[in-house]
Every structure is written in structure tokens, then in C-alpha cells.
Nanobody, 127 residues
């Protein structure tokens, strides 16, 4: 129904930058989010963007360093990651919310509201 293809992960030194991309095919959706999971840790919310409004939401841990954006014409979301830290090392997943709903931080940051997930892309930040 919907396919999400992530790219842009890799190895970077602390303080460096990476830009992740998530290209979607299939149905339109109400929002797209980025989550990450490090070994031995639970999956956590990173950022999200409302597809129509462009409203953005960020976890406190990345606020001021990461920027999420979308190109609706290309059905693609981006995550610009600056000032990367070793603790940012994780597999990053993009997800799409097709259901819609009230655009609150609670909804956008909750993985259970998202319907489709990408395969994940590895981000490794060395010290």
C-alpha cells in the first residue's frame, strides 16, 4: 500500500552533519515521522512533520540540532542532522501516518499512530 525508502545514513565524526531522506510511494498521508533505536534501547521519537501544515515536532534531545522538512511534490521527507553526537548513533526509521487526526505533539511522537515504516538506515557517530 505504502512503501518508504530511507537513505542518507552513514558514518560521521562527532560534530558533523548528515541528511536523511525518506521517499514514499502509494497513498497520501497526514504526517511523516522519524524514530530511532540504538542497541539495547527502546525505539524513540526523533521528529515529525505534518504533511499539509508543515508543522514540526521534535524530541528534546534533538531540538536545535535536527531539522525535519518535507517536499510534498516529491512525497519525500528529510531529516537534517547537525552537531551530531555519539549518542545519536542508532538505526533511524521513517514512518507514515495515513489515518490523520488532531495534530498534537502526543500524536505525532507516538509510534502507535503510524501505519507504515521504512527499513531503517544506520547512523553512526564516532568520537
Amino acid at each position: 500500500q505504502v512503501q518508504l525508502v530511507e537513505s542518507g545514513g552513514g558514518l560521521v565524526q562527532a560534530g558533523g552533519s548528515l541528511r536523511l531522506s525518506c521517499a514514499a510511494s502509494g497513498r497520501t498521508f497526514s504526517a511523516m515521522g522519524w524514530f530511532r533505536q540504538a542497541p539495547g534501547k527502546e525505539r524513540e521519537f526523533v521528529a515529525a512533520v505534518g504533511w499539509t501544515s508543515g508543522a514540526t515536532y521534535y524530541a528534546d534531545s534533538v531540538k536545535g540540532r535536527f531539522t525535519i522538512s518535507r517536499d510534498s511534490a516529491k512525497n519525500t521527507a528529510y531529516l537534517q542532522m547537525n552537531s551530531l553526537k555519539p549518542e545519536d548513533t542508532a538505526v533511524y526509521y521513517c514512518a507514515a501516518d495515513l489515518k490523520g487526526g488532531i495534530p498534537t505533539y502526543r500524536r505525532r511522537s507516538d509510534a502507535s499512530y503510524y501505519n507504515y515504516w521504512g527499513q531503517g538506515t544506520q547512523v553512526t557517530v564516532s568520537s
